[in-house]
């Protein structure tokens, strides 16, 4: 697809209805300044001077589809009853992510990821330790079919669903199964942005996993052509899905697709690869182009040339990043 035919079809991306099932989680960073060292402990004493509340995990995925879509996306996880969950849901909302079909756990954690970062004068700000607050086990049954209910009324509504799985409990067996299962009754899309696991996920349209957790599952390294193919024919055999998108990092990504003269191989190199800052959540653009891209008609070859071009500009800014189609046209157009 050549750079004009892409800006053409850009503005096909606003009209697919996207929605996120998965692990929402609300990602904080504190900032401070060093000020010395504490008499009580050999530690850093950091003068705060700002805090950011962002989207992280699958919502920094729903986030990414709505600054590409216009807004059109709704999301479907759990929140606890605290004050990070009503935060995150007013973030959501803030980002144009319908969240009428979120489901309050009260018996759960809002899963929140606290970056707390200091700098001095003349240095730059690093990031001297994280706090997780997190719930890892499953959803309750009560909380499941809450969740399943949601889906099976929905799925419908959609052009497409995306599975944001950061296992942390939401995207238990019976809810993928559903969501699986409610997307080929309509005839949906639905792609899975997943790291392990990846049996319970057989069936869905796509799945996009890095090469590290590709290579666990499939038992081998990949270090040339033959092994990369060999590790492409396996995912798909294993998991039944139409495609596989590959990311590799510097290397760029790969995409086998299920044809009817058999599994296909396209390639694409990682562009500005001497530019790269930060690839903390990279993967969430790359789900969320690319599925945007299926559901709009690009195919998966173009759709995951979309991704990769998506995902070019967010290695650029640290911490989580989203763009929006005036990002895509003003890269190409350099």
Do not use: W
Not at 201 to 230: C, H, M, R, W
Not at 282 to 295: M, N, S
Request: charged content about 25%; overall charge neutral; proline content about 1%.
């Amino acid at each position: 697809m050549k750079k004009e035919e892409i800006a053409k079809n850009f503005d096909k991306l606003l009209e697919p209805r996207i929605l996120v099932i998965g692990d929402f989680a609300l990602d904080e960073m504190v900032f401070g300044n060093t000020e010395r060292i504490s008499r009580e402990a050999p530690v850093l004493i950091l003068e705060h001077y700002e805090t950011k509340q962002i989207l992280g995990a699958a919502s920094n995925a729903a986030n990414n589809v709505s600054k590409l879509n216009g807004g059109k996306v709704s999301a479907i996880g759990v929140y606890g009853q605290d004050y990070q969950g009503e935060k995150l849901l007013e973030i959501l909302k803030e980002n144009k992510i319908d969240t009428s079909l979120m489901v309050l756990d009260k018996t759960r954690k809002t899963t929140t990821k606290t970056r707390i970062s200091g700098s001095c004068n003349q240095s730059i700000t690093q990031q001297i330790v994280r706090i997780d607050r997190q719930s890892k086990e499953p959803l309750s049954f009560e909380i499941e079919q809450k969740v399943i209910e949601n889906i099976k009324n929905n799925v419908s509504k959609f052009d497409g669903i995306i599975l944001s799985d950061y296992h942390l409990g939401c995207l238990t067996d019976n809810v993928v199964k559903s969501a699986i299962e409610e997307a080929k009754k309509h005839n949906k899309i639905i792609v899975a942005d997943i790291q392990k696991n990846m049996e319970k996920y057989k069936g869905v349209s796509a799945i996009t996993p890095n090469q590290p957790d590709a290579e666990k599952q499939v038992g081998f390294f990949i270090k040339d052509e033959q092994s990369l193919k060999l590790a492409g024919e396996k995912l798909i055999q294993q998991l039944d899905s139409q495609s596989i998108l590959l990311t590799r990092g510097e290397n760029g990504m790969a995409l086998f697709e299920k044809t009817q003269d058999g599994i296909k191989l396209e390639k694409v190199c990682a562009y500005n690869k001497k530019e790269v800052f930060d690839v903390t959540g990279a993967g969430d653009t790359v789900v969320a182009a690319f599925t945007l891209g299926l559901c709009a008609g690009y195919g998966a070859k173009n759709a995951m040339r979309l991704g990769n071009l998506a995902a070019s500009i967010v290695i650029r800014y640290f911490g989580c990043h989203t763009i929006t189609i005036q990002d895509l046209k003003d890269e190409l157009s350099c």
